[in-house]
């Protein structure tokens, strides 16, 4: 009775060990977090491609213009919040415009960046490798930082794409419009007797 019960034992034994090395790999909890990131990625760079980036830096070509025109035309103008809005309004659209060119460029190095390190990690996680690019050692605890860091990176950047988009948008609406407003408001303004 004693003998079987440790022949019983020793079997669970060797059991159990053979269940956890076949327990989960290092880091595969974070398999699908980062697959999750590179289809929101590819779902944003969707978005981020079709706006109209190509239109940035004429129009801002064109509201510099007007800027510049306008004051020439204002030179020793005094004039007082209500009357400057519109120069305001056109002034915001070029901090809006200014950055785009070189936003969409860092966006787009950063996608190609991004996704080759969530993929490089990924694989490694599936190969179970025991060690990176430079020889340090892979663990848990490394997996778990480096996951958690492409994680954080990937949502700041398609965060990005979305604040570009947005200020690519508000910098482009109705600029015609806002142009003109200017420009009609410093020419009256400069019209008024008594001005310089």
Known sequence: MNMGTSTFGAVALVFLAGLSACGPRPGEAH???????????DSAEVAFKAAPHHL?????SRVDSTLRSIEVRMVGLVVNLEQGKPFSVLDERRRMLRRQPGRKRRIDQELDRTRRQIANLVETI??????????TPIDAAYLDKSAKDEMRIA?????????????????????????????????HLSSIPGNP
Do not use: H, Q, W, Y
């Not at 398609?158 to 003109?180: H, N, P, R, W």
């Open 126 to 135: 599936v190969d179970g490798a025991a060690v990176d690019a430079e020889g």
């Open 31 to 41: 398999l699908d977090g980062l697959k999750s990131r590179l289809m929101a990625i």
């Open 56 to 60: 940035a830096e004429p129009a801002l």
């Open 155 to 187: 949502d700041n950047l398609i965060t990005e794409m979305g604040i570009t988009i947005d200020f690519l948008e508000k910098g482009l609406k109705d600029l015609d419009e806002v142009i003109a407003t200017a420009d009609s408001a410093a020419r």
